[in-house]
């Protein structure tokens, strides 16, 4: 493919009718790790961006281009790249991105402080991450949507780990006020106690043991075998 006709396929993909998955696919499959495709594909993260969407295979496909070729390397688009894929939880979309980072580029913000906050949700550590993410808004709020995301994502957490959560704690896990606290969870079918302290999670097959029956097979010869046992 000459120069001149892969520029033109650039220059045509910049624009909303072309913004799909199917077109960027189709793009990298002719370009593959060209330079050219970085401005489609960072104006293609952001219209993901404004639109909702989500793309993992292109995000991380510029993030590939970025790390063979570092000094192309935008701290703010890389920062994008992994928010987008941390809004995914519970998807390993973030995880897979991480193994892609140089030491140094893990060490630098506003990437090492994106670890630690992915790293905080992995451990539970709800509060805390609010907390840290509270001090860096900076960055989150480059990304749409990134605080209701992560939301649905402790909820479905929450969800499947607890048959019951008190109202304090909810209100601190899923970072919301007072205010806020019952129309969130009415909405997700948590019911609140007479005395408006503790809710009740909907069973499901994560949360009700009664659910679940392990069963355990046991083949012709064991059972043989145990029958001669008991027989001697």
């Known amino acids: 493919v000459s120069t001149q006709s892969t520029w033109g396929a650039f220059r045509s993909f910049i624009s909303p009718n072309k913004m799909d998955p199917h077109s960027i696919s189709e793009l990298i499959s ?19 961006i404004q639109t909702n969407t989500y793309d993992f ?25 992994l928010l987008k894929s941390l809004m995914n939880l519970p998807s390993t979309d973030f995880l897979s991105l991480s ?15 994106i670890l630690k906050l992915a790293a905080l949700l992995d451990q539970c550590q709800f509060a805390s991450f609010w907390k840290e993410a509270a ?18 994502a402790i909820v479905l957490t929450i969800s499947h780990t607890y048959r019951g959560v008190s109202v304090q704690l909810a209100k601190e896990f899923l970072n ?8 969130f969870c009415e909405k997700l079918g948590w019911k609140k106690s007479d005395d408006g302290k503790f809710l009740t999670v909907p069973l499901n097959s994560e949360n009700d043991i009664t659910s679940k029956h392990p ?12 029958l001669a046992n008991l027989s001697s």
Not at 215 to 226: G, I, N, P, Y
């Open 176 to 183: 919301l006020s007072d205010q806020a606290v019952p129309s």
């Open 215 to 226: 069963t355990e097979h046991v083949s012709l010869d064991q059972m043989s075998r145990l």
């Open 135 to 152: 001090a860096s808004r900076n960055v989150l709020d480059s990304v749409s949507g990134f605080d209701d995301a992560i939301r649905s």
């Open 30 to 48: 002719n370009s593959m790790y060209a330079l050219e495709l970085i401005t489609p594909l960072e104006t293609y993260l952001n219209h993901q």
């Open 57 to 81: 295979e292109a995000n991380r496909h510029l993030l590939q281009i970025y790390l063979f070729n570092e000094s192309t390397l935008k701290l703010d688009v890389v920062s994008k790249i």
């Open 99 to 113: 193994y892609l980072l140089t030491e140094n580029l893990s060490q630098t913000e506003p990437v090492k402080t």
